[in-house]
């Protein structure tokens, strides 16, 4: 029995990849129910969106590296990132003035807006491939550790090391500061509120004088900011791939459902448990149950309850349990 | 049949489906004229296939307004149908673990039963919870030791050739009904939990459980060898080798002024046109009868006003699981008729993208709500899609003419052609759900 | 409304689409209303015939008058147009013949949002607060049009309704029926509105709520408000109404001050039970 050790192959391999993980969920799950809030339908776009904003991030690295510029540890897609969140924000309201808005202002039931949003899935996917092309593209720079394996284990003498990577905690602290800004924008602020306000009651926030397409682009603006960022902490953290973003969808959607569609609060809560319960159901407890367990009972197999592929499927099963018994999801009737 | 079919269809509704229709034709022979035969049969194939799955999705969307978007899924369980039905059984392997694995899916069926019916039986309350939780749990490691060594020692038979169970080896033909069934199996089960909820449930439901599927048949070699692909699916068609050592066939062939290779070809091409073209036909005839029956309006009345319906004592969440099965089965269907057209069954292959979103759009293009509208979107979408890429080429040459050979821009735009499609579909939609929302053929 | 073109096929998916009702807030058309000048008032209704959108009249030559400071209240039986002739006044239904006018100003032509704007406040019977939001914020939006400092407005509606004042951090949602319309009240008051307009304002509460509801409208009427007024409970919104107006199919039945239709012997017997 060694519990020291087996804490820290849990954190290793569970905990920090996780809260990374969770955090970017999380993040995206604000920008889908943010839409869905205050433009009442769910944006399958979102996930290329995150996409789109991630590769506006790589080329400007990519400038800014050929331009010799450096963040030293970091990497420099930080210093890209407001020329990203620019670039996507001009497509999105792009997006809203020519598509969008037009279904707006023909009040069409929400539902005609989500098949909407699969065109603008297919225009957005095709423009980032047209651009970037469907490869792997990695762009992190700087230092990639805070703590490597080896250090830790150097400085605790432990047996297993606890490597936190750049990424990781760049992930961690970004969304912390993001989360931090929204909330105080959406609680304190007159703007904020009137976005919560158009999002509980459209008519009268028309009659308290709440100009409803002023709402709608700063909706949009947030919604381009928080894309961009949860897709460069994203690829940052493992790879920039167009695909897999469109694959974030799924993840994403569940993290806001799960919270409770519309509620910021569920969105954050929501990415955690599905990013939690997608590493420890996906991970292969071998390591830390060796630690735990006397020798005579250590598992022989990799102690692993599914094979990573169906990551998916956790998500699933607990978006399935959790509308079965909270059919409005954890965190319900706190519109945005 | 043509005067029940159309029925209500006024004149000019009339010739404006015979007119596209037309189109269709024109398009698909104009592509044998210019391209090549072989080229419009691989069109007219996949668009009869296409047409069949866009008929799914609008049975569900245009008559229930239900939101399938895990198409894929069930598209791919055909795919596994056809894999059971038509591949030989592997006896080594269901020697090696093959009862035992049933044993496993068996256990694990009653496990869910178990679950399930203790959920609907005991009262709500902690204990409940827990037992249901300890039921689904302790089944899960059951079955995983049960099915774990099984499945390593059938994956471990001969692994470069078959590591799979196999399949009945029954003609191929036989795995379409049965990738319908396998389809509104799953269709029943997602329908029954997300249909029965208090709320619809149903988008999010469906898009899981693609890409659950996909998953399942990405890793669960012992079933479809994964990764590994199933190749060499048998053909209710002949092999063109075999055509082509038929000294008949050849003289027919040469008598025609065509060489015994690409006469093969296109005669295995036409082969499955026949076969689809039969299915097509049988499945709009029913669907279109379907529609104008005392079931269809009740659909449709329904739809239009859900609390009239429910007030009338209409079990509307039955009815919207009745059309969802029906909707998934043809999806079913269409994915096994379209596994044996290529004669493997590739999972990574599967992408929503393509299966799933593509067929909204033929649906949204066709015009939902309308069975011609479908099929006829089915066909000009697939067109579409196949034609792109060459389209695109030819634009992009003529963009770049007056670049230089070497030109790094010339280069990016060129390589681009290839994701020209995705933008096109995305702008085609966007342009018909604008200026023609009710697609080219408007429900009545 | 969202044509057939764009229609939903019953589709209610939770997942991808917002439960409860877009927006209904409809914008008036009455680019070519028949001006109509049959007499003076502070705010008047006058002559209004129109109906939603390209529909068929449901108003019919109906004139609605409120001096200001008093309290005008309209009744009548189910389905007489008491709320449609309200929401004409406000903006909300297309009249072809007739004018609205506000301190002598036509105001026909525009639209509800600018009609707040001009000084006209509305309390709709449902929907009529932000549940989700505190108490404090609801009317902090009720304020959002005004850039000057409204924190006095807030001591007076406060001052109003001192439990409100208690529950201010508390979403609006969580309180009792009472308590939200005096919420939703205090929400229109906040843009110092010069009519206050009220759609059946004691709709679903108790008859001690209802009295302390109307002893808080006549309060606001005592500051120099104009109050309009849609009311199921005749008899008691009557006696405290300066004016009464009784609509029957969309016309004005019987027009007089509240003493005038409570004495009225035709009135009772049609409309107040006896």
Redesign the interface.
């Known amino acids: 029995m060694d519990f020291l050790n087996a804490l820290v192959a849990l954190s290793n391999f569970v905990i920090v990849p996780a809260v990374a993980y969770g955090s970017q969920l999380a993040l995206g799950a604000l920008g889908v129910t943010l839409i869905?809030?205050i433009l009442?339908?769910?944006n399958f776009a979102h996930g290329d969106t995150m996409a789109f904003g991630t590769m506006g991030v790589i080329l400007a690295t990519w400038w800014l590296q050929g331009l010799g510029v450096s963040l030293g540890p970091l990497p420099t897609a930080l210093l890209a990132l407001p020329a990203g969140i620019a670039i996507c924000a001009a497509l999105v309201l792009a997006t809203d003035r020519v598509v969008y808005r037009f279904?707006r202002a023909?009040?069409?039931?929400?539902?005609?807006?989500?098949i909407v949003s699969m065109g603008v899935m297919f225009v957005y996917n095709g423009l980032t491939r047209f651009v970037i092309g469907p490869g792997d593209q990695s762009f992190g720079d700087g230092s990639r550790f805070v703590i490597s394996a080896l250090d830790f284990r150097a400085m605790t003498g432990l047996q297993e090391g606890l490597a936190i990577r750049t990424s990781q905690a760049i992930t961690l602290v970004t969304a912390i500061v993001v989360v931090a800004i929204l909330f105080w924008f959406l609680n304190r602020t007159?703007t904020g509120?009137?976005m919560?306000?158009y999002?509980?009651?459209?008519?009268?926030?028309?009659?308290?004088?709440?100009n409803?397409e002023r709402v709608v682009l700063v909706t949009w603006l947030i919604v381009a900011a928080l894309a961009t960022v949860a897709g460069t902490l994203y690829g940052l953290d493992k790879s920039f791939k167009p695909f897999t973003y469109f694959q974030l969808l799924l993840p994403i959607?569940a993290s806001a459902?799960v919270g409770g569609?519309?509620s910021p609060v569920g969105a954050i809560a929501g990415g955690f448990i599905i990013a939690f319960s997608e590493v420890t159901i996906t991970y292969a407890w071998k390591k830390v149950l060796g630690h735990l367990l006397p020798e005579s009972l250590e598992p022989d197999g990799l102690v692993q309850l599914l094979a990573v592929d169906y990551k998916f499927a956790v998500s699933f099963v607990i978006l399935v349990v959790v509308l079965l018994i909270r059919?409005t999801g954890l965190f319900r009737?706190?519109?945005v | 049949m043509s005067e029940r079919i159309h029925s209500g269809a006024g004149g000019t509704d009339r010739a404006r489906t015979v007119l596209l229709f037309v189109l269709v034709a024109v398009l698909i022979l104009g592509t044998g004229f210019v391209q090549s035969w072989n080229t419009a049969l691989v069109i007219l194939n996949m668009g009869l296939v296409s047409a069949i799955m866009s008929l799914g999705v609008n049975m569900q969307?245009?008559?229930?307004?239900?939101?399938n978007v895990g198409v894929m899924g069930f598209v791919a369980l055909g795919g596994l149908a056809a894999v059971l039905v038509g591949m030989p059984p592997v006896p080594e392997a269901w020697a090696a673990g093959g009862p035992r694995i049933i044993g496993a899916l068996l256990l694990s069926a009653g496990v869910i039963a178990l679950a399930v019916t203790l959920y609907k039986r005991m009262t709500p309350g902690r204990l409940r919870a827990f037992l249901v939780f300890a039921v689904v749990v302790v089944g899960f490691f059951v079955y995983r030791g049960l099915l774990d060594p099984a499945k390593e020692a059938v994956e471990s038979v001969d692994p470069a050739a078959t590591g799979y169970l196999g399949g009945l080896g029954l003609p191929i033909v036989l795995a379409w009904p049965v990738g319908g069934l396998l389809a509104a199996g799953a269709a029943w089960v997602i329908g029954k939990v997300a249909l029965g909820l208090r709320?619809?449930?149903?988008?999010?439901?469906t898009l899981g459980i693609a890409e659950i599927v996909i998953a399942i048949l990405k890793n669960e070699d012992w079933l479809s060898r994964g990764v590994k692909n199933v190749i060499g699916l048998p053909r209710p068609v002949p092999y063109e080798v075999d055509l082509q050592q038929d000294p008949a066939f050849v003289e027919r062939a040469a008598s025609l002024g065509m060489d015994p290779a690409t006469a093969s070809s296109i005669t295995v091409k036409l082969g499955y046109s026949a076969f689809f073209t039969v299915v097509l036909v049988i499945i709009l005839i029913a669907a279109q009868l379907a529609l104008n029956s005392p079931w269809g309006r009740m659909m449709r009345a329904?739809?239009?006003?859900?609390t009239a319906a429910e007030a009338m004592g209409k079990d509307v969440t039955g009815r919207h699981l009745q059309i969802f099965i029906l909707g998934s089965a043809l999806l079913g269907l269409a994915g096994a008729m379209m596994t044996t057209l290529d004669g493997q069954l590739t999972p990574a292959s599967y992408q929503p993208l393509r299966f799933t979103f593509l067929i909204w759009v033929m649906v949204i293009v066709g015009g939902?709500?309308n069975n011609f509208g479908a099929v006829l979107g089915g066909f000009l979408v697939w067109w579409l899609w196949v034609q792109v890429e060459p389209i695109g080429q030819g634009v992009m040459s003529l963009v770049t003419a007056g670049m230089a050979e070497d030109s790094a821009v010339r280069d990016h735009l060129m390589d681009s052609v290839a994701h020209m499609r995705l933008l096109t579909m995305g702008v085609v939609m966007l342009l018909m759900l604008r200026f023609a929302?009710?697609g080219l053929l408007p429900e009545r | 409304?969202?044509?057939?073109?764009?229609?939903?096929?019953?589709?209610?998916?939770?997942?991808?689409?917002?439960?409860g009702q877009?927006?209904?807030?409809r914008a008036a058309d009455n680019r070519d209303a028949r001006p109509v000048h049959s007499r003076d008032a502070f705010l008047i209704g006058d002559g209004m015939t129109g109906g939603y959108g390209r529909g068929a009249d449901i108003l019919h030559d109906c004139t609605i008058a409120v001096e200001k400071g008093q309290i005008a209240v309209i009744v009548g039986p189910n389905g007489a147009g008491k709320s449609t002739a309200m929401k004409a006044v406000f903006g909300m239904l297309s009249i072809h013949t007739g004018s609205v006018r506000l301190g002598g100003e036509d105001i026909t032509r525009l639209a509800?949002?600018a009609r707040?704007?001009k000084g006209m406040g509305?309390v709709?019977q449902n929907?009529?607060?932000?549940?989700?939001?505190t108490v404090e914020?609801n009317l902090?939006?009720?304020a959002?049009?005004r850039t000057d400092d409204y924190s006095d407005t807030m001591a007076q509606v406060y001052d109003l309704f001192p439990i409100l004042k208690e529950k201010r951090r508390q979403p609006a949602?969580e309180l009792s029926g009472g308590q939200r319309q005096q919420v939703a009240v205090g929400?229109a008051l906040m843009?110092e509105p010069t009519v206050l307009m009220l759609d059946e304002p004691t709709a679903g509460v108790s008859p001690i709520v209802m009295d302390e509801l109307f002893d808080r409208i006549i309060e606001v009427a005592r500051t120099g408000i104009s109050i309009l007024m849609v009311e199921q409970n005749a008899r008691q919104a009557l006696a405290i109404a300066d004016q009464g107006y009784v609509l029957v199919q969309g016309r004005n039945a019987y027009t007089g001050t509240g003493e005038e239709l409570l004495a009225d012997p035709e009135v009772r017997r049609s409309f107040l039970g006896g």
Not at chain 1, 106 to 114: C, F, G, S
Not at chain 1, 199 to 210: F, H, P, Q, V
Not at chain 3, 22 to 25: D, F, H, N, R, T
């Open positions: 869905y809030g009442r339908f769910s279904y023909q009040r069409v039931k929400p539902v005609i807006l989500v007159r509120k009137s919560r306000a999002s509980d009651n459209e008519d009268l926030a028309l009659l308290s004088g709440i409803p959607f459902i569609l519309g059919p009737g706190k519109a | 969307w245009g008559f229930a307004g239900l939101f709320s619809d449930y149903l988008a999010i439901a329904i739809r239009d006003n859900e939902s709500g929302p009710r | 409304m969202s044509g057939p073109a764009y229609d939903d096929r019953g589709n209610k998916d939770r997942t991808i689409t917002k439960a877009v927006g209904q807030l509800p949002q707040v704007r509305f709709p929907a009529n607060i932000f549940t989700s939001m914020e902090e939006m009720g959002f049009i949602g929400r843009t």
